[in-house]
């Protein structure tokens, strides 16, 4: 294990995650309104989100809100698809929402400028008014804050729910949303301990295959992939429950490592049908179960939940490796690409 103070690793963002969460809905949420009324609803027909990485797997997180629960048009894109074969529809009916954190991701940057050019309406979201992306938009959010995941998530959940036609069920989520910060803080407070012990057991897995389902999909992506190789320097690989009959399941056998996302949405059963298969081969399992964790709020919310006992868990994994997941070998500029 190495030997680490947990207070200066730039990856654990749990210190100031509730007050920025609390920070992000009163004084970020009204920049983002006044900015929505500006623009006008009743002239964007479509939203297109573009971000790389974690804030790509927010916006995703987010557009699945248009899926099922309205009929507004909402996609997201990788900065660099969308610069290289843009959507045949970019012009003024289109609001372009770039996300990047630095603001200095250059195909977000890029994607938003030709979006730009094309007519569209542009919203930059990213952590300064300064930055290249901030720029490059007509519009800034900027928000200032260190815990992206949820920052980038509360934001696009909000710019989303601001097209849907009200219903009850979408009252609900705003209503919640805004009892977010209180428990994050019960789940930071309680799950550390637990948490340190799954990583334990999982960081002497070389590789992991990471199951998620719904709207826990994006999320599997962003630990099972993004985390896993970028910030412990473990091989693994995402899959979708739903697919997982069709060709992974067989590797399955006593050796092979699974660590499974079970949420509460309708897609609950696909995890569970994949995780009893898996059960029934290999005990190399350890299954985040968001009934575990927080029943307390809609299903659409397990996205932000769920990531309290992940961020402590990856966290650990990293370290009982003796791998700092602040370091970096490529990553950054450190070699071109």
């Known amino acids: 294990m190495l030997k680490i103070d947990k207070s200066e690793v730039d990856f654990l963002v749990t210190e100031d995650m509730v007050p920025e969460t609390s920070h ?14 500006t623009i006008g609803k009743s002239s964007i027909e479509r939203v297109y989100f573009v971000a790389c990485g974690s804030p790509l797997c927010a916006c995703q997180t987010a557009a699945q809100l248009a899926d099922i629960y309205g009929d507004f048009r909402v996609k997201t894109f ?24 630095s603001g200095k991701t250059e195909e977000v940057v890029s994607a938003v400028e030709l979006a730009r050019k094309r007519g569209a309406r542009t919203l930059a979201v990213t952590k300064t008014e300064e930055s290249p992306l901030a720029k490059a938009a007509e519009y800034v959010a900027a928000y200032h804050a260190e815990c992206i995941w949820i920052v980038h998530l509360l934001i696009s959940y909000h710019v989303v729910l601001h097209f849907l036609q009200d219903t009850p069920e979408l009252q ?12 994050l803080e019960r789940l930071l407070n309680e799950v550390e301990g637990e948490m340190e012990k799954w990583g334990e057991r999982a960081s002497k897995w070389p590789l992991i295959y990471t199951i998620s389902s719904g709207n826990l999909l994006p999320i599997g992506y962003k630990e099972g992939i993004i985390t896993m190789l970028e910030f412990t320097w473990t091989h693994g690989c995402s899959l979708n429950a739903s697919e997982f009959r069709h060709g992974p399941l067989e590797v399955v056998d006593e050796d092979t490592n699974y660590v499974v996302f079970i949420g509460r949405d309708k897609t ?34 397990d996205p932000f939940l769920l990531f309290v006992p992940l961020e402590y868990f990856y966290y650990y994994l990293s370290i009982y490796k003796g791998h700092n997941p602040d370091d970096r070998r ?3 500029g450190l070699r071109p690409y």
Request: hydrophobic share 45%; glycine share 6%.
């Open 268 to 301: 609950r059963e696909s995890a569970e049908r994949a995780l009893r298969f898996i059960e029934g081969l290999t005990e190399n399992v350890i299954v985040f179960d968001s009934k575990k964790f927080s029943e307390k709020f809609h299903p659409a919310l």
């Open 24 to 37: 992000v809905l009163k004084n970020v949420f009204p920049v983002v309104d006044e900015i929505l009324a």
């Open 172 to 183: 609900q989520i705003k209503s919640e949303l805004h009892q977010l910060p209180g428990e």
């Open 78 to 101: 990788s900065g660099m698809d969308f610069v290289l074969n843009p959507p045949h529809i970019l012009d003024a009916s289109c609001l372009v929402v770039g996300v990047s954190d």
């Open 330 to 332: 490529y990553y950054g």
